[in-house]
């Protein structure tokens, strides 16, 4: 079965360039469209990537999204870090007939 | 604006049956997939179920199959999901999504989620 396993937490400052990683196992990663989702606290998940690196009207540019078909995995960056975007972050994918999401990772803002 | 809205959540026994709802407006509703994906205390999020825009086909996780049943009224732009045999590890906050087109289009716009809380 496919899984996809990312980091339980990454920490950065404000400012700075975070990278999360979503490593795809049981199957290839680039073989379906990879989606990102922030968390905040208390809230409902907003989509922030779609199809693997496109951003959905008036989320900001600092968010970008890639496919590493080297290593099967998937990157979320996010440049110029505010405090703002201390969430939870949630990678996802598809495996035949079935949605699959990562873990989930903590992003905290120092 | 695209909005969703969840209703039918509360505190149900296990082994109770509980159909949750989601509301639509904002967009051509029979165009899209809808899913349910929930959200356990503390959790990650995990896909419960999915319907594309016809209510032609629907798709489950394995360990979800015959509990569970997604439903769609197009005329009332309304989701369903009926939840049968529930357990306490079924509680959690349950969210519609709306897909961007296909079952395997990815998802858009959230609901700000229902609970559920299985418990005698």
């Known amino acids: 079965n496919f899984m996809l396993t990312q980091p339980h937490s990454v920490s950065a400052s404000p400012g700075k360039t975070v990278t999360i990683s979503c490593t795809g196992s049981g199957g290839t990663i680039g073989s379906d469209s990879v989606q990102w989702f922030q968390q905040r606290p208390g809230s409902a998940p907003t989509t922030v990537i779609y199809?693997?690196?496109?951003?959905p009207s008036g989320v900001p540019d600092r968010f970008s999204g890639s496919i590493d078909t080297s290593s099967n995995s998937a990157s979320l960056t996010i440049s110029g870090l505010k405090a703002e975007d201390e969430a939870d972050y949630y990678c996802q994918s598809y495996d035949r007939v079935n949605v699959i999401f990562g873990g989930g990772t903590k992003l905290t803002v120092l | 604006e695209v909005q969703l809205l969840e209703s039918g959540g509360g505190l149900i026994q296990p082994g109770g049956s509980l159909r949750l709802a989601c509301s639509a407006s904002g967009f051509p509703f029979s165009s899209y997939a809808l899913h349910w994906v929930r959200q356990a205390p503390g959790k990650g999020l995990e896909w419960v179920s999915a319907?594309?825009?016809?209510?032609?086909?629907?798709y489950y996780p394995d360990p979800l199959k015959g509990r569970f049943t997604i439903s769609r009224d197009n005329s009332k732009k309304t989701v369903y999901l009926q939840m049968h045999s529930l357990r306490a590890e079924d509680t959690a906050v349950y969210y519609c999504a709306k897909g961007r087109g296909y079952f395997n289009d990815g998802f858009d716009i959230w609901g700000q989620g229902t609970m559920v809380t299985v418990s005698s």
């Open positions: 319907i594309i825009g016809s209510g032609g086909s629907t």
């Open positions: 199809e693997d690196d496109q951003r």
